[in-house]
């Protein structure tokens, strides 16, 4: 979203960011201003660790507790305040989670309404569904992603227009019933400024970096831990490193000898340090943009299929694919006894992303898709 925001108003976009700020998640206003500049940003505090104030709140809302987390009557007031203030052409709306607004945004402006979709959201919690072991915990995970399906697809023209992060998701969307405009806009990184340093990589360093208090991330780690670490030879050194990774992640984690980072000051130093960068995700939806950074900076991913779903990747060329522990472990061991195998993939890999993932370049296409749909007419807010 940073990004995006940025790249638009490079290109002479009026940009606006009002967004929630979960006290699990807390970040700074003055460091959120200082990442987003110059675009002008508020925040409005939320805590959606309160489940019983979300179940509360689900039931006039007509949305599932997941989604009613994210809802806060605090928020909406400041939503129509600023919808008020200024004439907008456009509101994006950030995933499925902040639909129950657009009423609000419908009521107080003219603008057209644009649901940003990073991920279809039930996929995730069914593919989650499926690598549960536990059966209790599977049979909660198949009702969230139901109760999310029917969610989606009574939300899908909501909106005025969809943009998806992938064509599968764009795909999915039209299967499910969406009939409103769609633009793919996958997510972006520059390279500019990112100068490929590799005099800092351990021999035998790999490593992951997610947000773990995300469950595709937490299953990924977990898996890195059980499946793989015991599989690669005894030099390769397992670092996995990311924010707000719950007591139980951290235990299992140590008791497999991963060296656990917690939340790293500068993102680009920890992925510096790694010969190769790993994404064995397993139940995770639309596009993972730690890949694309760790491609900017010219290191050799090793992902599962879906892991890199929605990049246009080629295996063995700009990435390399193995779904099983046994071929991810055999594929991480062989670039670390081929350095320069790993630096020609990661090189191929930085390129890829230079040419088809430049954040401007895809600001542009969104921004044009925007001006048509306002041209176009039939936007339900009038204009």
Aim: hydrophobic share 50%; proline share 4%; net charge neutral.
């Amino acid at each position: 979203m940073l990004q995006v925001a940025q790249a638009l108003q490079r290109l002479g976009a009026d940009v606006d960011v009002l967004s929630l700020n979960p006290l699990r998640q807390h970040v700074d206003d003055d460091a959120a201003r200082r990442a987003l500049a110059p675009v002008p940003f508020e925040a409005v505090d939320i805590d959606t660790s309160a489940h019983a104030l979300a179940l509360l709140r689900s039931v006039p809302l007509r949305v599932p507790q997941l989604v009613a987390r994210f809802y806060s009557p605090r928020f909406e007031a400041a939503l129509r305040a600023r919808l008020r203030q200024r004439d907008f052409d456009v509101v994006q709306v950030e995933s499925p989670f902040l639909l129950p607004y657009v009423r609000a945004i419908r009521e107080s402006s003219r603008a057209a309404v644009v649901l940003r979709s990073l991920n279809v959201e039930h996929r995730i919690w069914e593919r989650l569904a499926e690598h549960e072991g536990n059966p209790l915990r599977r049979l909660a995970l198949r009702a969230v992603a139901r109760s999310l399906r029917r969610y989606e697809v009574a939300q899908l023209d909501v909106c005025d227009a969809v943009v998806p992060i992938t064509e599968a998701d764009a795909r999915d969307f039209r299967a499910l019933g969406g009939r409103r405009p769609m633009y793919v806009l996958p997510g972006g990184v520059d390279v500019e400024g990112r100068a490929v340093d590799r005099s800092k990589e351990g021999d035998g360093a790999v490593g992951f970096l997610g947000s773990l208090d995300y469950r595709p991330n937490q299953e990924a780690a977990l898996w890195l831990a059980e499946e793989l670490r015991s599989r690669l030879a005894a030099h390769a050194t397992l670092h996995v490193a990311g924010s707000r990774a719950p007591q139980w992640l951290q235990a299992r984690l140590a008791v497999a000898g991963v060296v656990f980072h917690g939340e790293v000051a500068d993102a680009q130093s920890f992925i510096g340090g790694m010969r190769v960068m790993l994404a064995p995700i397993l139940s995770g939806g639309g596009m993972r943009i730690k890949i694309l950074e760790a491609m900017a900076a010219g290191k050799a991913v090793v992902s599962t299929a879906i892991g890199a779903e929605g990049i246009d990747s080629s295996h063995g060329e700009d990435i390399v694919i193995a779904d099983d522990a046994a071929a991810f472990a055999a594929a991480v061991e062989s670039l670390l006894r081929d350095a320069p195998r790993a630096h020609e993939i990661g090189d191929a890999a930085r390129m890829l992303v230079a040419t088809r993932y430049s954040t401007d370049a895809l600001a542009r296409g969104l921004l044009a898709f925007y001006e048509e749909l306002l041209q176009g007419g039939g936007i339900r807010g009038g204009r």
